[in-house]
């Protein structure tokens, strides 16, 4: 049986040592995870706020469609982006395969959906208590989505974390793009795949607990963050 | 909070780096000998190149190497390596080193492989046992050494009843579930001395020269894939033939265990 | 052309799902004054108010204003619609919208908040407001744009007595002061208060309508009267 302590305790030691390698890795996963972020937030959150606020024609299929896309498996998209990006691929002449770009490119891919419907969600109902009054004051659709984003950014906020959570622990396709290559590509999901191949599970588990211990204070840090924000008092 | 956020990002972006470099597909097996960790910075001081190593299973080494998307592959398929060669996507095969396959198994093995006269009465006692059998099944290296082996013993895998279970993973993964199930399986030497959750299992059956597993290295061929990097490709290729190559080799052990023949022959 | 008064309504006709709500009907709003309407609940007080400010479609008719310039008339909903923002941001918002600059919007914001009694609040989180207080922040942000005309659809409908004669006072005051006032109400003893003109409504259509004291001293039909005795209407 694996012990959970040795893991625990290896982690310990990883963190306290400052042990190069562990803090290499992680803050690769930290930029290549925050820049997917940033930019499919940019995205998804304009695209779900619009999606509330504005009715047409395939409104409800573009609606589907994310809801739909958010359930693709990881791996999936993985190997879509791999063929786009392969030598032989359409985007070839780029030469992205296998660096931490691609690997920015499939967890957009992946999470982009997810925080665009989790917005969609959030605005909806935001959309529903406001409607009346913004109709009311002869606003346009920009000022609309303005609004919406701003007063909702509690929830979209939630919305983002979503993504980050889904994206910072995301393995199977960041490993097939990225290539898990030491020193270029390598992030903690991937370097945890590896280690668990090796049968070495205390590293496993260790890289593991630094994992989980990133999620949570990067969580805490934003959650934080928008609370000490001046008007962030609902 | 939006400019707080701006800051980490550039922070975290500050330190990208790019040297010269290739990209070299590689069996699992041999990332999981730990060999490169020994051959990579030797590389590096000798020649001044950063080798960035794919590590997949050998049949998708060759599709990487098909695709362009790596500038040569180390694999060891000797079949499959030709008909890469004679497909035009590899320039030459070119032979580096061998290591052996061993057959590992439940510490009591139930098939009494142990004492063997040879690698095809081991297989044949697995199958006539029944016993519980992994297989990587991933069409790699080892998955298809291992089926080469059912073949030479007479015995055909579509026979085999439940007891034979192909996991479609690494070596590492699949020495996991052979851990798991207390099973019998085909693993390099290398994978198995530095595997680290071996309870239960113990080295049954080696030794047998049709065991042998060769390594070769193949770059890919440029005509196909004109960004391919042969010339870093030839670079390396040199080096790994040549006498500090073959000396670190020779010389990687673990536990005092020799595990890599170097067998290149200068032309 | 513009319009004589500053609103008429020619043959408007309000149909949703086949089913007539409103009109077809003809009325024309004098300069000054505050204009109750009256009626049964689903009599089509709601979709009249509406329809007039431009926020429910028309399907029939046509609808005149005097001033084109949809910032010179606003609306007051019966349950508030409040932005999760500060009670003095709340205020700003619809002068921001119009670009007003920010001095002029604090000078605004601050006589408001003063004119509502609400200035030790003006850091408040609205969401956080009575329902008094929210109608009369309602109320002040509907009239910070200066509008020629104010809607309001029973504002006290949900209030207590101290609260419907604190919002009466400013309605009072307003009007007074030169706004049209069109309010929705099925309280009697508020129409009897405030109005200079009824319209009875009844199933969509005018039913009666003139200056308040002749309405309620001498209601010419049968339906007014009863509504007047407080008999149910239908």
């Known amino acids: ?234 | 909070m939006n400019r707080f956020l701006l800051v980490a990002i550039a922070l975290l972006w500050a330190q990208v780096s790019s040297a010269d470099n290739m990209r070299l597909a590689v069996t699992t097996s041999f990332e999981n000998s730990g060999l490169a960790d020994v051959l990579l910075p030797a590389i590096k001081t000798d020649i001044d190149l950063d080798v960035q190593l794919l590590v997949v299973g050998t049949g998708q080494a060759l599709k990487l190497g098909a695709a362009g998307d790596v500038d040569a592959v180390l694999v060891h398929s000797k079949e499959a390596e030709e008909a890469f060669v004679t497909a035009g996507y590899g320039t030459h095969r070119r032979e580096i080193m061998y290591n052996d396959f061993v057959i590992i198994g439940p510490v009591e093995d139930p098939a009494g492989i142990n004492g063997a006269a040879n690698v095809i009465d081991a297989m044949t006692n697995i199958a006539t046992a029944k016993a519980r059998f992994v297989s990587r099944g991933d069409d790699s290296g080892t998955h298809k050494a291992e089926r080469a082996l059912w073949a030479a013993a007479g015995l055909n895998i579509q026979d085999h009843g439940d007891w034979y279970q192909a996991v479609g993973s690494g070596m590492g993964a699949a020495l996991n579930t052979a851990a798991g199930l207390n099973a019998y399986i085909i693993a390099d030497r290398a994978s198995w001395l530095n595997f680290g959750n071996k309870k239960g299992l113990s080295l049954l059956f080696s030794g047998d020269p049709a065991l042998y597993n060769q390594y070769a290295f193949l770059p890919v061929d440029p005509v196909k894939n004109s960004h391919v990097r042969n010339d870093l490709a030839m670079l390396l290729e040199e080096w790994l033939t040549g006498a500090r190559a073959a000396a670190l080799i020779n010389g990687y052990s673990i536990g005092g265990e020799p595990l890599f023949v170097f067998n290149a022959t200068t032309d | ?234």
């Not at chain 1, 409607?131 to 906020?157: A, M």
Request: charged share 20%; glycine share 8%; proline share 3%.
């Open chain 1, 1 to 234: 049986m694996i012990d959970i302590l040795d893991g625990l305790k290896a982690a310990f030691w990883l963190v306290i040592s400052f042990d190069a390698e562990l803090w290499e890795i992680s803050l690769r996963s930290l930029r290549v995870t925050l820049s997917a972020l940033i930019i499919a937030s940019l995205i998804a959150i304009p695209l779900g706020t619009y999606l509330a606020v504005q009715r047409f024609r395939y409104r409800r299929f573009a609606i589907s469609l994310i809801n739909a896309l958010m359930g693709l498996p990881p791996v999936v998209i993985g190997l879509l982006v791999y063929i786009a990006l392969s030598r032989s691929g359409p985007f070839g002449v780029l030469n992205l395969l296998f660096t931490p770009t691609a690997m920015i490119i499939a967890q957009v891919i992946i999470i982009t959906p997810v925080i665009a419907s989790i917005a969609h969600q959030a605005m909806r109902e935001l959309w529903a208590e406001y409607h009346d009054l913004l109709i009311s004051l002869n606003t346009t659709k920009w000022q609309r989505i303005v609004t919406l984003i701003r007063d909702g950014r509690r929830n979209l906020l939630t919305a983002a974390l979503a993504g980050f959570g889904r994206a910072i622990g995301e393995v199977g396709a960041i490993m097939i793009v990225g290539g898990n290559i030491d020193h270029v590509t390598r992030v903690l999901t991937t370097a945890i795949a590896l280690e668990t191949g090796k049968g070495d599970f205390a590293l496993a588990l260790a890289l593991g607990f630094v994992l989980i211990g990133i999620a949570i204070v990067v969580n805490l840090a934003i959650h934080t963050l928008s609370r000490t924000e001046r008007e962030g008092r609902w």
């Open chain 3, 1 to 234: 052309m513009s319009a004589k008064f500053p609103l008429e309504l020619d043959q408007v006709l309000v149909q949703r799902k086949g089913k007539v709500l409103l009109g077809p009907l003809d009325l024309s709003l004098k300069k000054n004054g505050v204009t109750i309407i009256l009626g049964p609940n689903g009599s089509g007080k709601t979709t009249l108010l509406r329809a007039m400010h431009g926020i429910e479609r028309i399907n029939g008719g046509r609808i005149t204003w005097a001033q084109e310039d949809p910032a010179k008339h606003a609306f007051v909903f019966q349950s508030p619609v409040v932005l999760r923002r500060t009670v003095a941001q709340n205020l700003a918002f619809p002068l921001q919208l119009l670009n007003v600059p920010r001095a002029e919007t604090e000078a605004a914001v601050a006589h408001w908040l003063t004119r509502i009694g609400l200035s030790g609040k003006s850091e408040t989180a609205a969401t956080r407001l009575s329902g008094g207080e929210r109608q009369k922040l309602a109320i002040a942000r509907a009239l910070i744009r200066k509008p020629d005309v104010l809607f309001l659809d029973e504002p006290c409908a949900n209030l207590d007595g101290y609260a419907t004669r604190e919002i009466e006072t400013i309605l009072g005051e307003t009007a007074e002061a030169g706004t049209r006032l069109v309010m929705a109400t099925h309280d009697m003893g508020q129409a009897r208060r405030l109005a200079d003109d009824i319209v009875f409504m009844l199933n969509g259509k005018v039913h009666e309508t003139g200056a308040a004291e002749a309405v309620i001293a001498r209601p010419q039909t049968e339906e007014l009267s009863a509504f007047l005795k407080g008999d149910i209407v239908v």
